[in-house]
């Protein structure tokens, strides 16, 4: 079992930087690729950004690039989307999760953990 949980969300201005983490527990941390996901308001929840478990590799979808980061500490069992220039359409419900296995996927459903979700609102 792996529990996930975020945090750094808030309201920021466009243009604005936002950095959200995401604390795992357990040990294993190591073992699982992770993804962050988003939720705006009236939409699907949609892929944003996922690490392989090592932190070798990294994806992003089309919208995000060059603009956020998604980086991990296995020491300190986190992982990170650090977001820059932010958008009033990058607001949302941002969501961290967890897969078994080391690449990375854009496919919701390998994700077995969920985080709770941090809200992310972006002013214009």
């Known amino acids: 079992q792996v529990q996930l949980v975020e945090s750094g969300g808030g309201l920021v201005q466009a243009g604005g930087s936002l950095r959200l983490s995401c604390a795992a527990s357990g040990r294993t941390f190591s073992r699982y690729s992770m993804g962050w996901f988003r939720r705006a308001p009236g939409k699907e929840r949609e892929f944003v950004a996922a690490?392989?478990?090592?932190?070798?590799?990294?994806y992003y979808v089309d919208s995000v690039k060059g603009r956020f980061t998604i980086s991990r500490d296995n020491a300190k069992n986190t992982v990170y989307l650090q977001m820059n220039s932010l958008k009033p359409e990058d607001t949302a419900v941002y969501y961290c999760a967890a897969r078994g296995g080391s690449a990375w996927t854009m496919t919701e459903q390998s994700y077995t953990y969920w985080g709770q979700g941090t809200q992310v609102t972006v002013s214009s």
């Open positions: 690490i392989t478990r090592n932190g070798d590799d990294s």
